[in-house]
């Protein structure tokens, strides 16, 4: 009984190591496909806000998102645009940007 029950848990060991260790192969797959999908998503911005000053010359184009949306706000910076403060919209509040057609950013 005593040496089915040691079998057992040596079992159980392995099987929780190949747990842990494909979780953290899974966890690192998926870093690197959200690092990916972030790079992307700002190369996109990076051109609509080319094409919004280029062919259809936009003055300026304005970018708005929650206070907390660290990510967005983080993406909107990367691309020039300059936070200019506070606003409320449908009851809540948000902060916006705004990037000026020949500002230090603008891709023409």
């Not at 403060?85 to 948000?94: D, F, I, L, N, R």
Request: glycine share 6%; aromatic share 8%.
């Amino acid at each position: 009984m005593t040496i089915w029950l040691i079998v057992l848990l040596v079992i159980l060991t392995v099987c929780w190591y190949e747990i842990l260790k494909t979780r953290e192969l899974v966890m690192k797959r998926c870093q690197q496909v959200c690092a990916e999908a972030q790079l992307q998503f700002l190369d996109q911005t990076v051109a609509v806000i080319a094409d919004g000053f280029g062919r259809v010359q936009l003055p300026r184009i304005l970018s708005w998102t929650l206070p907390h949306n660290a990510a967005s706000r983080r993406v909107m910076e990367k691309c020039g645009l300059e936070l200019h403060g506070t606003t409320c919209w449908k009851g809540v509040e948000h902060v916006w940007y705004s990037l000026t057609a020949g500002g230090p950013a603008d891709p023409a």
